[in-house]
Each structure stands twice: as C-alpha cells, then as structure tokens.
C-alpha cells in the first residue's frame, strides 16, 4: 500500500516527505492548495478537522502532525533505511528533546518571521516589520543556543542524524533561501556546518526539488 502524503508544496510536510525518503517508503502526494484555502474544504477537513496539512493516509490508517507522522514512520520501518530516532533509550531521548525544542523555540519565532516577511499576504496578514524585528530577536536567541550544541556534537541529538535535524529543515531553508536572513546561519560556525551538512543529504534535494514552496 503506498502512503499518500497530502499537501507536498508546505513546509511541514516536507518533514515527512523527507523522513519518508530516508527510510525507503513508497509514497504518492495528494496536492492541497493552500493559497486557495484548500485544507479548509469539507472533505479535507474529515482526515485533518484542523484544516492544515500535512495529514497521510496509509491503507486505512490516517495521522496528523508532522512530527507525529515523523515518528510513527521512523518506528514503523525501524530497520529499514537510515535508522532516525538513535539506537538507545539515551539517544532516543535526546531525539525527543531536540524536537521538542524544534516545536516549541525554533519554529514559533521563525514561523512569525516567514509570516511577516514571506508568506502574510498569502495568508491575509499584514506584515509588520516590529513583529519580524522581535521575532528575528528571540530567533538569535535559540540559535545562539544551537551553536553552543552544535559545537559539541555533529547534529541535534548526538552524532547521528534524526528526525530532530530533519524536522528544521523547511523553516531553515526559508530563513537561508527566502527570506533573505542567511547571515543568521552563516555567522554561527557550527550552525552553519550543521545546515550545510543537512541540506546536502539527497533526500531533502529531492523533496524541494520536486515540491516548490507556494512562493
Ligand atoms: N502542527 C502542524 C502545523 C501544520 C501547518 O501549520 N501547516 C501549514 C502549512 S506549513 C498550513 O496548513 N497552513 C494553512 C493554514 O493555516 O490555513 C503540523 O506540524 O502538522
């Protein structure tokens, strides 16, 4: 059964298309305008009541959330592909912990910055150069805070890459490539090896390749 992966072109499926790539996963994408307010149809709405994407379908089987979907998958195929979730309870751990992190301190600030700087008139709001201002700030907060990690282990959750990398990917990619804001990478040393490590795997080359962002 090939999994069916909805709304390819955003940046939270990408998490999971990339983490699918990884671990050798058949899948076929089902596209989901959101430009057109396409994850608010009805129909959309009985797999996702959220109204956002990603959402997969596997069979009969249906999940939300990307990191949720991330997971499930890199336990599903366990031994098959790149192992993504680290081989002990430790390193399990800090894969959790480092994508708790992603969820909770990377992608709100940089989400508000792609808002008001990229995406606002997609999404009917007027961008605001003091919210981008404010939000660049607590941004180089966390990343300051990356760059002490980084320093001292090849990727977030020790030296193997997981879906903790993987789930920093597309908001990343639109701070480096889109936004303009590169310098806030680049003037991070290990930040900035991180990032080229990570977006040099053919898995993500692949994904954005193939899905282009709406804008
Ligand atoms: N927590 C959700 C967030 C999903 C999300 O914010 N998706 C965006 C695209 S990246 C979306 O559908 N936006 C359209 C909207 O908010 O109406 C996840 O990780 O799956």
Redesign the pocket.
Known sequence: MVVKVY?PH????K?VLVCLVEKGVEFEVVPVD?TK?E??DPEYLKLQP?????VIKDGDYTL????A?MRYYAEKYRSQGVELLGRTAEERGLVEQWLEVE?HNFQPPA?ELAMHVLFGPI?GITPDPKVAEENEAKLVKVLDIYEDRLSKSKYLAGDFFSIADISHL?FTDYIVNKMEKEYLIRERKHVSGWWDDISSRPSWKKVIDLYRPPI
């Open positions: 709304g955003c940046a939270s499926t998490r959101v307010g994850q608010k959220f109204g956002v994407v990603p939300y959330e990307s990191r979907i969820a989400y999404f597309p």
